[in-house]
Antibody, heavy 120, light 108 residues
């Protein structure tokens, strides 16, 4: 049972980046998914949530209108399209699974994270 | 916007009991979850719905709730428990995820 993020890297302010999260070992299409980020030396910050079927999406105020969460259940993959990037978006970005066993507000499986650095 | 408040740090000696608190106005109405994050690693869920313990989490981890404050208790702390601990709860609408600022547990 794994989540593996990819797509991070160095991008200039105002630029765009698309993160991916590939799931394996469980039925991806039945789970809601989150993106959570962590700036260097800082705490966890929730970014976005998408329901299992992709019908409902929710965003933190800090990214609404700039980031878009989506998923392709046929490819077991979650995405985060990030536009108009700013220096304060610099962080490790984690994908995480909504738990079906421990309450649908908990995150019971996390990827290892991918680093996004926004700098000129 | 809604926030959860944690003390920045707690220090205990091995074998002692560590208590980490988290406060928020919506906590009487919403469950709280706790995550352990060791250096350089992804977070791990250690307590769910205020006091449940996921499979594989040692019995020395427990949770409790009283009013607007929830507490993570680690009994008989071991050196391997040194980590950052985050509480998490939805906002009052139940929709948006909120994390506390994190508490660094140091095992002396």
């Amino acid at each position: 049972v794994h989540l593996v993020e990819s797509g991070g890297g160095l991008v200039q302010p105002g630029g765009s980046l698309r993160l991916s999260c590939t799931a394996s070992g469980f039925m991806f299409s039945t789970f809601g998914m989150h993106w959570v980020r962590q700036a260097p030396g800082k705490g966890l910050e929730w970014v976005a949530l998408i329901w299992f079927d992709g019908d409902n999406k929710y965003y933190a105020d800090s990214v609404r209108g700039r980031f878009t969460i989506s998923r392709d259940n046929s490819k077991n993959t979650l995405f985060l399209q990030m536009n108009s990037l700013r220096a304060d978006d610099t962080a490790v970005y984690y994908c995480a699974r909504v738990s079906l066993d421990y309450g649908d507000n908990s995150l019971d499986l996390w990827g290892q994270g991918t680093l996004v650095t926004v700098s000129s | 916007s809604y926030g959860l408040t944690q003390s920045p740090s707690v220090s205990v000696s091995p074998g002692q009991t560590a208590r980490i608190t988290c406060s928020g106005d919506a906590l009487p109405k919403q469950y709280t979850y706790w995550y352990q994050q060791k250096a350089g690693q992804a977070p791990v869920l250690v307590i769910y719905k205020d006091m449940g313990r996921p499979s594989g989490i040692p019995e020395r981890f427990s949770g409790s709730s009283s009013g607007t404050t929830v507490t993570l208790t680690i009994s008989g702390v071991q050196e391997e428990d040194e980590a950052d601990y985050y509480c998490q709860s939805p906002d009052s609408s139940g929709t948006f995820v909120v994390f506390g600022g994190g508490t660094k547990l140091t095992v002396l």
